[in-house]
């Protein structure tokens, strides 16, 4: 069964407005979230990794005053997409791992975010 | 409602065997079911299927889909350390651009 839950699973917005996406861990402890991207041809872009209690590194060319993450606890990360655009428009997915050297990551159901 | 299921969640092998990963999906106005290795940055994209009994290979890598059944599976034949990994499974719909993706199952490989 799902170990990450995502939400929404799809939102449509008004440009210029902000959207948030929850992502949980469900039964165990996440001391660090990853948030993906989709692009054209089925590819995944690693947006940021944010870990509990402190600022998320962001990835070159990722606007992290656009793309806020907060990870304050170590069940929940949320990203928000500030003054959503039309070109924001894709599939963002997260991701969970337990532990700093467990290689396991468990990942959300992704959400559709349509801004029109 | 529309879900995507692995399965087994983890996997413990040593090098040289066969894995086969299971992926099951409920999803209506089913278009197409891809599979992804999860490594570094980002998941990198294996394959899609959208015909049933077609077999996709790559390497030691192959996968096939059943749209009666509704599942795939993944299977990675004489593994290797390097196989260790995530591998996400995901559907995409017809209808309105979306995808479900699946929790992932983490393989890992010891020597």
């Known amino acids: 069964g799902a170990v990450v839950s995502q939400h929404p699973s799809r939102v449509i917005c008004k440009s210029g407005t902000s959207v948030k996406i929850e992502c949980r861990s469900l039964d165990f402890q996440a001391t660090t979230m990853f948030w993906y991207r989709q692009f054209p041809k089925k590819s995944l872009m690693l947006m940021a990794t944010?870990?509990?209690?402190?600022?998320?590194?962001?990835e070159q060319g990722v606007e992290k005053d656009k793309f806020l993450i907060n990870h304050a606890s170590l069940t929940l990360s949320t990203l928000t997409v500030t003054s959503a655009h039309p070109e924001d428009s894709s599939f963002y997915i997260c991701?969970?791992?337990?532990?700093?050297?467990?290689?396991?990551?468990?990942f959300g159901q992704g959400t559709r975010l349509t801004v029109v | 409602e529309d879900k995507v299921v692995q399965s087994p969640l983890s996997l413990v092998v040593h090098e040289g065997d066969t894995v086969t990963l299971n992926c099951s999906y409920e999803?209506?106005?089913?278009?197409?079911l891809l599979w992804y290795k999860q490594e570094k940055k980002a998941p990198t994209f294996l394959f899609m299927l959208?015909?049933?009994?077609i077999e996709k290979k790559s390497g030691r890598l192959s996968s096939i889909l059943d749209k009666k059944e509704l599942f795939s599976i993944l299977n990675i034949t004489a593994t290797q350390t390097g196989d260790s990994a995530v591998y996400l499974c995901?559907?995409?719909?017809?209808?309105?651009?979306?995808?479900?993706f699946g929790t992932g199952t983490s393989l890992t490989v010891i020597p």
């Open positions: 995901a559907v995409e719909r017809n209808t309105g651009n979306q995808f479900y």
């Open positions: 959208t015909s049933s009994g």
């Open positions: 991701s969970a791992r337990e532990g700093q050297m467990n290689i396991e990551a468990f």
């Open positions: 999803v209506t106005n089913f278009r197409s």
């Open positions: 944010s870990n509990e209690g402190s600022k998320a590194t962001y």
